[in-house]
């Protein structure tokens, strides 16, 4: 089926989290700053953004998560300084970090009322258009980001789609559960979808992690403020009011996935993202070597 879908040309980045299974780390540091390899978190969800075409990027962002905004500004004295000691390959890093003008947009969640608060924060800069969502904490290791691959399942199916993968049973208390219906090749379409269940009432152990495409009438369900699990506004709740209305798929997205809102995942991304870096690649094999 080829479906006629609007581009999506906007991804909001849920960026007001306080980090507290961080602490002391991110005391005054977001926890969107800290680095996996050389760049920060958030800088690895921008870049999957952008090289999957997203035009506008859009940050909910809260108290003290100034840092993010200045993270992708022009640093005119940065840049003319390694300019003059000859640092090209430092220069174009940092060049490469910046978002061109008119790119970024910002706005504030007050309060931590949950994601698909967050989510709703957004809803005048998103408009009336499909929009993706990229969660900080997920990050996806594959020569074609996890956004991209999403966007070529948009384009099949048009409506809604949202990355998933399965978990251990023990772990559908932590995320989003669908309840699976046809699978159509790497997708799966939607029959339900539950927020943090209990391991015993899981429909299933495909759970969705921090990657959406949603069409704008989520926001209706959202403006509701419904309260769900953890007493929360959930994103996931709002989504199961869009199935059988809208098309719904999960995608199996190829590549390693981490969760960087652990310190387990936190960690293992950083071997990993090491490991596929020529310029310390042997250096942390050999690290590792030793350490065990
Ligand atoms: C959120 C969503 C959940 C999803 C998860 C992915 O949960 O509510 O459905 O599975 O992100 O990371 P959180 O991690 O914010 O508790």
């Not at 050389?38 to 962002?61: K, M, S, W």
């Not at 924060?121 to 956004?147: M, Q, R, S, T, Y």
């Not at 704008?216 to 709740?237: K, M, Y």
Request: charged share 25%.
């Amino acid at each position: 089926m080829n479906v006629s879908s609007k581009p999506v040309r906007k991804a909001v980045f849920p960026v007001a989290g306080l980090g507290t299974r961080f602490l002391p780390a991110t005391k005054v540091m977001p926890k969107e700053m800290l680095p996996i390899n050389d760049r920060p978190l958030i800088q690895h969800v921008y870049e999957e953004a952008r090289d999957a075409g997203i035009e506008e990027f859009i940050f909910v962002t809260g108290r003290y998560k100034n840092m993010l905004e200045e993270h992708f500004d022009y640093q005119p004295e940065l840049e003319e300084t390694l300019s003059s000691r000859g640092k090209e390959d430092m220069l174009a890093a940092v060049r490469d970090s910046e978002m061109p003008e008119g790119k970024l947009f910002t706005t504030r969640q007050p309060k931590p009322l949950g994601l698909g608060h967050a989510v709703w924060c957004a809803h005048k800069l998103v408009g009336n258009e499909p929009f993706a969502i990229l969660l900080p904490d997920d990050i996806v290791n594959h020569e074609k980001g996890c956004l991209a691959q999403m966007i070529e399942t948009y384009n099949e199916f048009g409506g809604n789609v949202v990355a998933v993968k399965n978990v251990p049973r023990e772990e559908t208390n932590k995320y989003g559960i669908l309840d699976i219906g046809e699978k159509k090749g790497a997708a799966v379409s939607i029959k339900g979808l539950v927020e943090k269940p209990n391991p015993e009432d899981a429909p299933s152990t495909l759970s969705i992690i921090g990657r959406y495409i949603l069409q704008p009438e989520i926001f209706e369900h959202l403006s509701v403020f419904e309260r769900g699990a953890g007493n929360e506004i959930q994103l996931t709740d709002a989504m199961a009011k869009l199935l059988g209305v809208q098309p719904f798929h999960g995608l199996r997205f190829e590549g390693q996935h981490f969760d960087c809102g652990s310190r387990l995942g936190f960690i293992a991304a950083n071997l990993a993202y090491g490991l596929k870096d020529p310029a310390v690649s042997a250096g942390v094999r050999s690290i590792i070597k030793d350490l065990l």
